[in-house]
């Protein structure tokens, strides 16, 4: 079994932190062996992941912290909290979320965030962009550059992952805050919807319902429930999307301008509590199909697609965590996923988000004990 890291947390929030790495364990998949390797632990719920040029890891914490993670050695160092991050509403699903470096970030150091934004009326998400000073630590020239126009009460579905397309355009995934969901089919709402948008917050020309009147401009998709997932295709560059169902029903989607993904109307989820169908079923010809799903729900978080070079089997897999304890893995003939393999079950995880590596492993975030944990090859071994 693994053992816990031992961790020496001194002043949490105001000085930085020196945690000890090294705690690893062999596991097996169909393709043969790799290590599970603990390297940071005690972060407060590690929402989000971003590998900056020069080593260090960027992890957003949802109770509204952004830190620095760097590596000494045998040992990581945990910033405290950077200033300049903006008040967010830490309650329920809510908080800091996603975090996404620029295209351009080794020449203009910007990133963007998600979080849930308090309002007068309750709260909704909101995408900003920021310069990162490494020097002081903090955030610089913090612009709102997007926010659901729906006001809310409610902590749940805030959806929140953030891509950036080829074209430099940026997507945005949006919850519909769970009470709303008739929203999700309503094109003059941001709720339940992939969202497009310029890095500056302007509107794409070819956005799909630009100019179509009672439709909001930004609208990519729509009929989602909670998308916490979304990457690029490495060979097409399309948009691709995981998202929660409820009692069964999380699904993966390509990701198409203009398609309705169904949620509320057309599902293979059931309602809470008293198992019943919802809508009209799970199939309509003009609805989008899932290209895979699952019944009961993984409550799927974070997902990559690998393309590395250190597990050559794993490359085009589709890499999805489950905050059910598991992390998915997907094989795919061209835009078919044909078979699933699930690693990491019975360790009790509850797996945040997933990416990959820039020495190629599959890097991971686990909120229970809020560790940064890393897929490599065991030494000496290859893949089959």
């Known amino acids: 079994m693994m ?21 690893s364990e062999v596991l097996q998949s169909r393709t043969g062996p790799f290590r599970l390797e603990k390297q940071v632990c005690g972060l407060n719920v590690p929402w989000s992941l971003a590998f900056l040029p020069d080593g260090q890891l960027l992890v957003s914490e949802r109770p509204g912290n952004l830190r620095l993670v760097s590596r000494t ?4 160092t945990v910033s405290p909290p950077l200033e300049g991050v903006p008040k967010v509403h ?15 970030f080794a020449d203009d150091k910007t990133l963007f965030f998600s979080y849930a934004e308090p309002t007068p009326n309750g709260a909704r998400t909101a995408v900003a962009r920021a310069v990162l000073d490494l020097r002081n630590q903090r955030l610089t020239d913090v612009r709102v550059i ?14 929140s ?22 929203q999700a089919q309503n094109l003059g709402s941001h709720l339940g919807k992939v969202v497009r948008i310029e890095p500056d917050g302007g509107i794409p020309a070819d956005n799909p319902f630009r100019g179509r009147t009672g439709a909001k401009p ?28 409820p009692q069964g029903g999380d699904e993966v989607n390509r990701d198409l301008p203009g398609r309705n993904y169904g949620w509320p109307v057309i599902t293979y989820g059931k309602e809470y509590g008293s198992g019943k169908d919802i809508g009209e079923g799970a199939t309509r010809a003009d609805v989008e199909p899932p290209l895979w799903y699952w019944v009961p729900s993984i409550a799927p ?29 997907l094989e795919l003939q061209g835009d078919k996923i044909v078979r699933e393999e699930r690693l990491l079950t019975g360790k009790g995880m509850r797996i945040r988000d997933v990416r990959q590596g820039p020495e190629g492993g599959l890097w991971l975030l686990e909120e229970i004990e809020g560790c940064i944990l890393s897929l490599q090859p065991e030494a000496g071994k290859k893949q089959g």
């Open 161 to 182: 992952r953030l891509v950036f397309g080829r074209d430099g355009r940026l997507f945005i995934t949006l919850g519909e805050r769970f009470h709303r969901r008739d």
């Open 90 to 104: 830490a309650r329920g699903q809510g908080g800091l979320l996603d975090i996404v470096l620029s295209p351009r």
């Open 73 to 76: 050695g045998n040992s990581f």
């Open 146 to 159: 997007f926010a659901q126009q729906d006001e809310l009460p409610g902590h749940l579905h805030w959806g």
């Open 301 to 329: 978080s974070g997902m990559t697609f690998y393309t590395g070079g250190a597990f050559p089997r794993w490359q085009g897999n589709l890499f999805v965590g489950a905050l059910r304890g598991e992390l998915s893995r």
């Open 3 to 23: 053992k816990r890291l031992p961790l020496l947390v001194l002043f949490v929030g105001l000085f930085s932190r020196s945690i000890l790495a090294g705690e």
């Open 218 to 245: 930004e609208i990519w998709s729509y009929g989602h429930r909670n998308v916490q997932g979304a990457a690029l295709h490495p060979r097409t560059g399309e948009l691709w999307t995981h998202e929660h169902g």
